[in-house]
């Protein structure tokens, strides 16, 4: 009998003509080349091999969603949320980023639902190992979600106050890697509220402070905080997609940085990437957005905010003369840039951070380069190497702040804090760490069953 192989209790992405089917909890059999049998409880034939495939797709909540979806099924979804919930998601979001070789995040973090909410996502925050600035935010938050939608009147409750200002006191956390920021998109707010939260955020010390602008879909954040006196460098401005010349320059003028993220961007339809658009490359960086939206991997954003930017470039060639351009005007030594030094500039860390240099924080990714994808490139071209060729697969040690977080490319275990500024109390793997991941998911969707989308979407947006 030929050699046999049970796949057992995984996700298969089934085609019935065009159609993809989600065959939950499902094996497949293998019998020599060929696929024998799809179904549940199959059996493996005598000295036949079997693989758990148990959880092997965890993600994927969006990928069909624009900005108006998002904003219902993701960003409001933090109703359904536990502090516990919090903790588990944000530190396997923190651990995805060191994972995929990112060692420093600027965390503009939508979750401030109450004191508890704040602590454990920053509790987990410091426990994965990620340097991270904590950007704590301003949310609307709801206060019933059934068949009914109501958002809570009052944004600035106490707790609210009182939270910022005994978590800025006690920063910082995780042995000095994470500090906090200040997060805020009510621009709609009058003005003397915005300059006065504001104003407090950087009297309380909060070194960056984040903001979201697309135009036209967003108020203009760039051109208020210019009115309100508020622009200045310790701010970093999410997107920036349509940005007029005048709002570039008045970056540009103020020392801002934007962050580009390409991958959410080209799919939630608020405009063009402007990474690399000359008004604004000098004063760019790129980042990520959600999670449950796209992966963490930087480097895959990189690319795509690179190579998507090139095809804007031969496109307007085309259209003004009739023929490609000549040669690439954007090249791979400043898209590194963007995800390194350009990224420590923007969040004023520079001197830390963002190249390595003796006397800069031990922050260092290695990587396989006798890998199938490196090999032969990273000889002939290091750089085309990591941006055009590497993948997460390819990075075999993370390194944060002199402590190795990713040693032969597996995750080391995690110190699980007390508390924010706390102490180690246990140490979990990434198996046990993604088992309390899955259960927590599974309660958020029971929290979330008869939550009417629609009525969601009309109160936020409007009829359609």
């Known amino acids: 009998m030929a050699n046999s192989i049970l796949l057992q209790n995984g996700t298969v ?7 993809v089917k989600f065959l939950h909890s499902h094996d497949v059999l293998i019998q020599g080349s060929e696929i024998r049998r799809i179904g549940q409880d199959l059996e493996v034939p005598l000295n036949g091999r079997t693989i758990d495939c148990s959880g092997k797709i965890l993600k994927g909540r969006h990928g069909d969603n624009v900005l108006a979806d998002y904003m219902v099924s993701g960003m409001l979804q933090s109703f359904n949320y536990q502090p516990e919930d919090m903790f588990w998601g944000q530190l396997a979001g923190c651990i995805e980023s060191i994972d995929s070789g990112v060692t420093t995040v600027v965390d503009h973090a939508n979750l401030t639902y109450s004191p508890e909410h704040a602590t454990e996502a ?50 910082p956390f995780g042995n000095g890697r994470v500090t906090l920021g200040f997060a805020f998109d009510m621009f709609k707010l009058p003005r003397d509220i915005v300059t006065d939260i504001w104003t407090k955020c950087r009297g309380l010390g909060l070194k960056i402070l984040t903001t979201h602008y697309s135009s036209p879909a967003m108020p203009n954040s760039i051109q ?138 031990a922050d260092i990714i290695v990587f396989d380069t006798q890998s199938p994808a490196m090999v032969c490139a990273a000889e002939e071209n ?6 055009l060729h590497a993948s ?24 699980i804090l007390t508390e924010p500024s706390g102490t180690a109390k246990s140490h979990l793997s990434w198996g046990e760490i993604s088992r309390n991941l899955l259960d927590s998911r599974l309660r958020i969707k029971m929290r979330g069953e008869g939550q009417n989308y629609t009525v969601a979407k009309q109160t936020l947006f409007g009829a359609a």
């Open 382 to 387: 290091p750089l085309a190497a990591v941006l």
């Open 122 to 171: 920053l509790r987990a925050t410091a426990s994965s190992g990620l340097r991270t600035i904590f950007c704590y935010g301003v949310m609307p938050r709801l206060k019933k979600w059934t068949s009914e939608f109501e958002i809570d009147k009052e944004i600035f409750p106490d707790w609210w106050h009182s939270t910022l200002e005994t978590l800025a006191k006690s920063q």
């Open 224 to 361: 208020m905080l210019s009115d309100y006196g508020l622009l200045d460098r310790d701010i970093i401005v999410s997107h920036a997609n349509n940005i007029a010349e005048k709002d570039a320059l008045t970056l540009v003028k103020n020392d801002v940085y934007i962050s580009s993220t390409p991958e959410t961007e080209l799919q939630f339809g608020p405009g063009d990437v402007v990474a690399f658009r000359d008004d604004i490359r000098s004063h760019a960086s790129v980042g990520l957005d959600c999670h449950s939206t796209n992966s963490s991997d930087l480097l895959t954003q990189i690319r795509m905010c690179l190579q998507y930017s090139r095809a804007v470039v031969a496109l307007k060639s085309f259209e003004q003369e009739g023929k490609p351009p000549r040669e690439l005007t954007i090249k791979l030594e400043e898209a590194f840039n963007l995800g390194t030094i350009q990224g420590a500039r923007a969040a004023n860390m520079e001197d830390q951070i963002g190249s390595i240099a003796e006397g800069k924080l």
């Open 13 to 19: 992405l089934f085609h019935e003509g065009n159609k």
């Open 392 to 415: 997460v697969r390819d990075i075999e040690t993370v390194i944060i702040d002199g402590v190795i977080r990713k040693e032969n490319k597996k995750l080391c275990q995690v110190e």
